[in-house]
């Protein structure tokens, strides 16, 4: 098979800083194009915007959406109408709606369309679904904080309706949570509290049920600084099994079990390489099922003006 001929449309921080050198370090793929209203990159066709990409004598096969989840749909939509695969960074779409469209679109024309969650990538949580498959579940306690102004300077799109605001960060969690518990979980609370001048949740505070009745608990916050906080503990009847660091280790009855560097998006793109490769899609949108339900079911709490 012949390497994908891939685009990246947005070359923001999070194409510069994961994706282009994921691509790099995989095989089977190549990056031909990029298309980007603020950037360009040497040594590839350039373009200010999908549609003038879509329109060029530029043979592509996919392309990689890092764009902001706002106006995402239509970009998608232009991809997969154009019969090109699709790769989309979290969170995959700003509704539930767009994104089932997109996954209706995508079987339509025999395509691959691959809802990324780079968080499910981390070493740790394959290995810790596995062993909570084997365990009774006592509870689940997600504590994800960390400081907005180091990950996300100057984004205004986070704060804006669709951005999601804290949950940007938090739907790595749940899309950590929803793989590796085995059984589905609905939410009974939320709490979201928003900055004065913010359209989106700056802290979210969750409880959630098993199907089993388990308690599922997490914290969301923004405002942290120093050491950031990426944990998930579940505890179970032969004693608890925690990841930190974003998944990237594992600590198993107080014993470290697994440290591994970031490989992430690595993992990511050898995945589209196979779906591609297959003629799948792979279209989880469960994480962003959950925080639907938490905006529809948020009691929001108004705190002080935010200042990036």
Known sequence: MAPIRLAIVGLGKIARDQHLGAIDATEGIDLVAVASRHAKLDGVRCFHEIGDLLASDVEIDAVSLCTPPQGRFEQAKAA??????????????????????????????????????????????????????????????????????????????????????????GINALSIVTRILPEKFHLTRSDLTFPTNRAAPIAANLAFETDGGVPVSAEFDWRQTGPQTWDIRVETDEGPVVLTHGGSRLVVDGVQRIVEEDREYRTLYRDFVALVADHRSDADFSPLVHVADAFMLGRRIQTDAFED
């Open 80 to 169: 997969l109408d154009a019969g090109k695969h699709v790769m989309l960074e979290k969170p995959p779409g700003a509704t539930l709606s767009e994104v089932y469209a997109l996954e209706a679109l995508a079987k339509e024309k025999g395509l691959t369309l691959f809802a990324t969650w780079h968080s499910r990538a981390a070493a740790a949580v394959e290995p810790a679904r596995g062993l909570l498959a084997k365990r009774k579940i006592r509870s689940v306690a997600v504590e994800w904080k960390e400081d907005v102004r180091h990950w996300h300077p100057g984004q205004a799109w986070i704060w804006e309706p669709g951005g999601l605001g804290v949950f940007d960060p």
